[in-house]
């Protein structure tokens, strides 16, 4: 499944998103890394993360394209708009 540039609440490869570990629209995280604090400036760190995993969370490389990952990475730079 391709990935729309920054949409709302991101799907997965998985048909999930990460609402479950960081929150909808990534408010109230629950233990999981808060995004909307993610620095805006290190994609390679959130690339990193999201491929090989870090802690408590997966690794999506070999469920996500290159395209899937530049999308979400779109979502946490945009940030939520309300």
């Given at each position: ?13 998985t048909?999930?998103?990460?609402a ?16 909307r ?15 090989r ?30």
């Amino acid at each position: 499944m391709l990935l729309d540039r920054a949409p709302r609440n991101p799907p997965t490869a998985t048909g999930g998103t990460g609402a479950p570990c960081h929150g909808a629209r990534m408010a109230d995280p629950e233990g999981a890394f808060d995004l909307r604090k993610f620095p805006r400036d290190d994609r390679s760190r959130f690339v990193t993360a999201v491929t090989r995993g870090k802690s408590s969370m997966p690794p999506w490389g070999d469920l996500l394209k290159p395209d899937d990952v530049d999308a979400l990475w779109a979502y946490v730079v945009a940030g939520e708009k309300n």
